[in-house]
Structures are given as C-alpha cells and as structure tokens.
C-alpha cells in the first residue's frame, strides 16, 4: 500500500524556518520526480517546487512566489522529501503535500503550516 506521510509543519513567526519532510512507503521515490504542494482551505492546491530524479543530480523547479525562500530536496536512501523554507511569511501559510510528479491520487495528508505573530 502506497502512502505519504507529511510533516514537520507548525506555527511559525514571520521570518522563521521550518523543514517539512514527507516520508512515502510501499514504493521507491528513486524513481519519481517529486513535486510540493500548498492549499489554502477555498482555494486550488498550488505547487510550491519540484525535484527531478536524474542520476546526475536532481533538477529542481520553483514557484516564483517562494524562489531564493524554499529548498526542495531528496534523500532516496531514507525515502524521503523535504522542503526547506526560510523567511517565511504570512501568506505562506498552507497545508502543504508531497507528491510524485506522475500521480493524481493517493494525497497524504498533509502538513499545516501557520506563519504568524
């Protein structure tokens, strides 16, 4: 059974740091270009950033809204993803997912992030 597990979301000041990491099981992400995620409750998910899976070093992508902020990363040892994000904002604030670039199903469920004073 597939699954991702995403976490390390919280409350946050404007100008903080978290780290997400989104954990998947039941398949490898080795051989998946990954891709993260954000919704606000009443608005389309939007993505946020992406990773490739090229044997020379992963390509990454960025939503221009948090480029030179966010740093999307992998570590196909321990299966993971993770998303740095740096100088945080209250418009950052979003459940934020984790995906396989190919697949539209099979959602976690999700992290919450809240960058608040």
């Known amino acids: 059974q597939v699954q991702l597990v995403e976490s390390g979301g919280g409350l946050v000041q404007p100008g903080g740091s978290l780290r997400l990491s989104c954990a998947a099981s039941?398949?490898?992400?080795?051989?998946?270009?990954m891709r993260w995620y954000r919704q606000v409750p009443g608005k389309q998910r939007e993505l946020v950033a992406g990773?490739?899976?090229?044997?020379?070093?992963?390509?990454?992508v960025y939503a221009d809204f948090v480029k030179g902020r966010f740093t999307i990363s992998r570590d196909n040892d321990k299966n993971t993803v993770y998303l740095q994000m740096n100088s945080l904002k209250p418009e950052d604030t979003a459940i934020y997912y984790c995906?396989?670039?190919?697949?539209?199903?099979?959602w976690g469920q999700g992290t919450q992030v809240t960058v608040s004073s």
């Open positions: 995906i396989p670039t190919s697949w539209s199903a099979n």
């Open positions: 039941g398949f490898t992400i080795k051989n998946y270009a």
């Open positions: 990773i490739g899976s090229g044997p020379y070093g992963p390509d990454t």
